[in-house]
């Protein structure tokens, strides 16, 4: 499957951003959707991830409160809503399709899967 995320800009501190991650390819019941993301010189982070088949969700701790993730399957996207953003929040979001639970996607630590092309959250002071 090919995915393609979108929706990244700069935005003030406070604000919020919706990003989204279209799927090209078929996405199984068995798929969790997440997204990660990562700032230069850092470790990929978990944010979030979603199972596909029903709405079992895994949050990092500085996401809860925050972000919500979603999903619409009759358009194989998965959408990202990030609210009261913060300048910590700055990085490259991925979005990736996994096999495995939403918490099994939180621990992934390799680069195996499918994994867009990320997309650029700047949030300014």
């Known amino acids: 499957v090919q995915l393609q995320a979108s929706g990244g800009g700069l935005v003030q501190a406070g604000g919020s951003l919706r990003l989204s991650c279209a799927a090209s390819?078929?996405?199984?019941?068995?798929?969790?959707v997440g997204w990660f993301r990562q700032t230069p010189g850092k470790e990929r982070e978990f944010v979030v991830s979603i199972a596909w088949s029903d709405t079992r969700t895994a949050y990092a701790d500085s996401a809860k409160g925050r972000f919500t993730i979603s999903r619409e399957k009759a358009r194989n996207t998965v959408f990202l809503q990030m609210n009261s953003l913060r300048p910590e929040d700055t990085a490259v979001y991925y979005c990736?399709?996994?096999?495995?639970?939403?918490?099994?996607?939180?621990?992934?630590?390799?680069?195996?899967?499918?994994w867009g092309q990320g997309t650029q959250v700047t949030v300014s002071s």
């Open positions: 990736t399709v996994q096999f495995g639970s939403p918490a099994s996607v939180m621990r992934l630590t390799s680069a195996s899967g499918s």
């Open positions: 390819g078929r996405i199984f019941s068995s798929n969790t």
